[in-house]
């Protein structure tokens, strides 16, 4: 974990200029338009013959049916057409505590419970996409579904927390051989388990560039990424044969910057002062290019499904990693109390480009083309979870010699169980939806 740099959004220039929908303060705005809609519907429902308020008043009633449908409707079935990317996070004590994180061997920096963190109330939330209902997840259900397949998690340490969630939520259930781990102490970077009931097997590739990427990324104590634009991550690219469901998650390290490569010459770099002999190409462009090469190499050959994950924000929020309240909320925010960041957006937005352009040159291929390429949008979900970082306990009992002045805290990944194994849920029913 000593490799995450937290980001700081006043060294990132926008690449798009973005628009703000309300003049007034952000406070006064909500307000505002629900006065506004109060008066509104007030005034047909006092004013106006039955056949305007009906018209009115249905799509409210919808409105609420459709919030509310999960109480009516079958549970386990998913929405086909669902949309699980915006909602709100709703109170329902224990329903997030699914496992024992000590018993799937998770990062010990990721183990809440464990490391002592002393309340369990950011385990009380469900996630409750706006119009569908989002159903548990079901170790069955997902094992059926991949029956003899290899399911790999590439990318950055978000996509490690998502294969560590996911593996903890099949262990749970389902019988279990480790089949390999690097042996890196406490890194947990290449590993892969099986299931042998249903022939599944689930892997984990470091690859935070999710291109080739030597320096840090390989070595922590080298202050430098030197990132091949034009190459795969060698490891997981050399299994690409094998693997039939790929979840490809970054952004991250982008974001902190690196020296950019095409071949060997250098062409570009961001964030990296002593490179500034170079041009400055920002993120966003070698993150499209990132995402663009993992793709191309996953459209050809086998047919499979291309997952892009979107990016899961931190909430350092601007205060100081080392800050013993870096992030100490205890609930989640609710809907429309807190902006998403613009660069935050912007990252979401380019990984839904590059899908799309992903589906249109698949579809342009002869033959129709083998890959089927969806989006798991975790960007707002993750963002209203402030609560469900490690935050200090991301270290054994951290307070027991007293609060110290300086203590370093995890912002950015989430405690297991937690939040993180809602990305699954959503995971499992793209993967349920047919072609
Ligand atoms: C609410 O949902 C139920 C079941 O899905 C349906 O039968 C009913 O007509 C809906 N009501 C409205 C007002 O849409
Ligand atoms: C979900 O809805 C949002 C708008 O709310 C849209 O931008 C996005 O493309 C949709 N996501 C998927 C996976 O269809
Ligand atoms: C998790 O499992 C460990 C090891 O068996 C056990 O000591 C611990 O009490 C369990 N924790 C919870 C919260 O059940
Ligand atoms: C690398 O160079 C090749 C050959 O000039 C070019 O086709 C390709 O687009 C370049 N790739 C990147 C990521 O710049
Ligand atoms: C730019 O700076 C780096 C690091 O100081 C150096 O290795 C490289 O040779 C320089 N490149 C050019 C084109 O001057």
């Known amino acids: 974990m000593g490799s995450y740099q937290q980001l700081n959004p006043n060294s990132q220039k926008p690449s798009s200029t973005t628009s703000r929908g309300c003049i007034i303060s952000k406070r006064a705005c909500p307000w505002l338009v629900s006065a506004f809609l109060a008066l509104a519907v007030l005034h047909i429902l006092c004013c106006s013959p039955a056949g305007t308020q009906q018209a009115v008043l249905t799509p409210v009633l919808q409105y609420i049916n459709n919030t509310y449908s999960f109480v009516s409707s079958v549970p386990g079935e998913g929405n086909r057409n669902c949309n699980y990317s915006e909602g709100q996070w709703v109170r329902s004590p224990g329903y997030a505590a699914r496992y024992n994180g000590t018993l799937c061997n998770v990062k010990a920096s990721h183990n809440c419970i464990l490391n002592g963190r002393p309340d369990t109330g950011y385990l009380d939330w469900r996630w409750q996409p706006d119009g569908c209902p989002l159903p548990a997840f079901d170790a069955k259900a997902f094992l059926t579904t991949m029956r003899g397949k290899h399911v790999a998690l590439v990318g950055d340490s978000m996509a490690r927390n998502q294969a560590q969630s996911l593996i903890c939520l099949l262990t749970a259930s389902y019988p279990y051989r480790l089949l390999h781990q690097d042996p890196e102490p406490n890194k947990l970077n290449f590993w892969r388990y099986a299931f042998p009931s249903h022939g599944v097997t689930v892997s984990y590739y470091w690859a935070p560039f999710l291109v080739r990427a030597n320096g840090k990324p390989e070595d922590d104590s080298i202050p430098y990424n030197y990132v091949h634009l034009d190459e795969?991550?060698?490891?997981?690219?050399?299994?690409?044969?094998?693997?039939?469901?790929?979840?490809?998650?970054?952004?991250?390290?982008?974001?902190?910057?690196?020296?950019?490569?095409?071949?060997?010459?250098?062409?570009?770099?961001?964030?990296?002062?002593?490179?500034?002999?170079?041009?400055?190409?920002?993120?966003?462009?070698?993150?499209?290019?990132?995402?663009?090469?993992?793709?191309?190499?996953?459209?050809?050959?086998?047919?499979?499904?291309?997952?892009?994950?979107?990016?899961?924000?931190?909430?350092?929020?601007?205060?100081?990693?080392?800050?013993?309240?870096?992030?100490?909320?205890?609930?989640?925010?609710?809907?429309?109390?807190?902006?998403?960041?613009?660069?935050?957006?912007?990252?979401?937005?380019?990984?839904?480009?590059?899908?799309?352009?992903?589906?249109?040159?698949?579809?342009?291929?002869?033959?129709?083309?083998?890959?089927?390429?969806?989006?798991?949008?975790?960007?707002?979900?993750?963002?209203?979870?402030?609560?469900?970082?490690?935050?200090?306990?991301?270290?054994?009992?951290?307070?027991?010699?007293?609060?110290?002045?300086?203590?370093?805290?995890?912002?950015l990944h989430f405690c297991l169980p937690g939040p993180v194994d809602t990305f699954n849920e959503v995971l499992l029913q793209i993967l349920k939806k047919r072609r």
């Open 232 to 411: 795969p991550g060698d490891r997981w690219a050399a299994d690409a044969e094998t693997i039939d469901v790929v979840v490809l998650a970054a952004g991250h390290w982008l974001l902190n910057g690196a020296v950019y490569y095409n071949g060997s010459e250098v062409i570009g770099a961001h964030n990296t002062p002593e490179f500034n002999n170079h041009t400055s190409v920002g993120y966003a462009w070698p993150l499209r290019m990132a995402y663009r090469k993992a793709v191309e190499r996953l459209s050809s050959g086998r047919p499979r499904t291309v997952v892009l994950a979107t990016f899961s924000p931190s909430h350092f929020e601007g205060r100081p990693i080392d800050s013993p309240t870096a992030c100490t909320m205890m609930e989640p925010y609710k809907k429309g109390e807190k902006e998403l960041v613009w660069i935050y957006k912007e990252v979401r937005d380019i990984v839904y480009d590059e899908a799309r352009a992903a589906r249109e040159r698949i579809a342009g291929e002869e033959g129709g083309g083998a890959a089927r390429i969806e989006v798991l949008d975790v960007t707002t979900l993750a963002a209203m979870r402030p609560d469900g970082h490690p935050s200090v306990y991301m270290q054994r009992d951290p307070f027991a010699n007293g609060v110290p002045e300086r203590i370093n805290s995890d912002c």
